[in-house]
T-cell receptor
Framework: DAKTTQPNSMESNEEEPVHLPCNHS???????IHWYRQLPSQGPEYVIH???SNVNNRMASLAIAEDRKSSTLILHRATLRDAAVYYC?????????????FGGGTRVLVKP | DSGVTQTPKHLITATGQRVTLRCSPR?????VYWYQQSLDQGLQFLIQ???????AKGNILERFSAQQFPDLHSELNLSSLELGDSALYFC?????????????FGAGSRLTVL
């Protein structure tokens, strides 16, 4: 299984962008890159995922390096509600089953 | 409301006992996943079912078992409970069974073993 490396924590000011890096140098060519987040006292929630191209949705943008060994989740304007632990997870699309494995994640603190 | 329903929300029991956690997936989802989250271990993948069949297994203890029923709901059975089994247990569901699928998580069942 591909391993990921994320910073333990990051701080941001409200309404400023947040760039969350993830290193996944052992990812295979068929693994999607998923991002989930977990708000305090809640279950994880899906943020975004992609394979090769950069992706945008209403929550965030995902920038994937050309060699796919790293990616960056971008929260364009952080709000207090974005304070959470953010997980970067590779997901295999061809292996039987889906063992999405969460690592330690990055704890994001948003300051007003 | 994510559409994934977990019961009970809270459960307190004693060591050596057995409990069953229940999960109803989101409508239309065929895959169900179980995760354990304790303070010192983070989110640990336990097991995945797809349309009634076991598809992937993580670090699930032999004292734990799960199944997915024909109506697609799933149950996680925890037996011979130990203090260390105290944790949040999350169920998630997805349409398909591969790593391209997006998981929707329930609110979790908090188990306390005294």
């Amino acid at each position: 299984d591909a391993k990921t490396t994320q910073p333990n924590s990051m701080e941001s000011n409200e309404e400023e962008p947040v760039h969350l890096p993830c290193n996944h140098s052992t990812i295979s060519g068929t693994d999607y890159i998923h991002w989930y987040r977990q708000l305090p006292s809640q279950g994880p929630e899906y943020v975004i995922h992609g394979l090769t191209s950069n992706v945008n949705n209403r929550m965030a943008s995902l920038a994937i390096a050309e060699d796919r060994k790293s990616s960056t989740l971008i929260l364009h304007r952080a709000t207090l509600r974005d304070a959470a632990v953010y997980y970067c997870i590779p997901g295999m699309i061809k292996a039987a089953g889906n063992k999405l494995t969460f690592g330690g994640g990055t704890r994001v603190l948003v300051k007003p | 409301d994510s559409g994934v329903t977990q019961t009970p929300k809270h459960l307190i029991t004693a060591t050596g006992q057995r409990v069953t956690l229940r999960c109803s997936p989101r409508s239309g989802d065929l895959s169900v996943y179980w995760y354990q989250q304790s303070l010192d271990q983070g989110l640990q993948f336990l097991i995945q079912y797809y349309n009634g069949e076991e598809r992937a297994k993580g670090n699930i203890l032999e004292r734990f078992s799960a199944q997915q029923f024909p109506d697609l709901h799933s149950e996680l059975n925890l037996s011979s409970l130990e203090l260390g089994d105290s944790a949040l247990y999350f169920c998630a569901s997805s349409v398909g069974d591969s790593g391209a699928n997006v998981l929707t998580f329930g609110a979790g069942s908090r188990l306390t073993v005294l």
